[in-house]
């Protein structure tokens, strides 16, 4: 039992990272006030570059790099849409992500017809931690890119509080732009910088994905890991910590569906992975406690006079 329950840890946490990365990225987005529905087209557009790149260079850096820049391009288009043009961010989000998933899949036609493995990341333990029963298999046997994963995750949680300015003009401009922009706050640029970061973090996602998790690229490889990063901001209240805390539980609920019939548990999958969601709903029902999204979420900013 207990070689089974580290295993759900250990595969828990490693399905958690990519999701770590994109949420972490789109709760500061959120807080700003602009809903990326399109992190699961950043995602699947840098799990393609960064399988691509891997493929093109022989190395799984290089990979990475191209998967951060392909983010980052899907996020510049999304910030002039939403940002620049003020267009709906459900709608734009939404068809980012159906042309993201026809632009890859294409794309993998093309270039990846031999079905080999990529140049990728390994695990790497960390000598004595990683033999602490139960949870030093699921914290320090992570690939790099895992590792990175919780440093930004954390990072971002700290530097982007509300303890320090940044943290405080985000929400700001979050709740209510047109008062942050009059107290001289620079409202846009602060929704650009928000995007970019969720599209960075939403390619560097992908790319563990791809060159982390799989070492290929397959059609939709996300499966919908954008989506529910979403979910999990939502989860987690639009507050750092709840999220990351959301974030793990929902790849422990993932880990599940390989792990149950080895205990007994005849759980049909399609219930584990309507967890997350389920949990969700709950969180904004207001069930589990009061929950309530950035005020100016999804409303374009315009300068009054």
Known sequence: MSA???????????????????SAGELISERAGVLNLSVEAMMLTGAFAGAAGAMVTGSALAGVACALVAGLLVAVIQAILSVTLRADQIVTGITANALALGATTYGARLLFTDGGSLEGFAPLA??????????????????????????????LAVGLSRRF?????????????????????????IRYAAVLLTGATAGLAGADLALA???????????????????????????????????????????????APAVGLHVPAPLLVTIPYVIALLAVSGLVGRSRAPSALTTPFTRTA
Do not use: K
Not at 170 to 186: F, H, I, K, N, S
């Open 165 to 189: 300015t940044w943290g405080l003009a985000v929400d700001a401009v979050g709740e209510d732009a047109v008062t942050a922009d009059r107290c001289g706050l620079p409202v846009r640029f």
């Open 4 to 22: 089974v329950l580290e295993e759900v840890l250990s595969g828990g946490v490693r399905l958690a990272a990519p999701l770590l990365l994109a």
């Open 126 to 155: 960390i000598p004595g931690l990683s033999g602490i029963p139960l949870i030093g298999p699921a914290l320090f046997e992570q690939t790099a890119l895992g590792y990175l994963a919780f440093a930004v995750a954390a990072a």
């Open 213 to 259: 998790e799989v070492h290929a690229f397959s059609d939709n490889i996300t499966g919908g890991v954008g989506y529910l990063a979403v979910v999990a901001v939502i989860a987690g209240r639009w507050r750092a910590w709840p999220t990351v805390l959301a974030c793990l539980f929902f790849g422990v609920a993932q880990a599940l569906q390989f792990a």
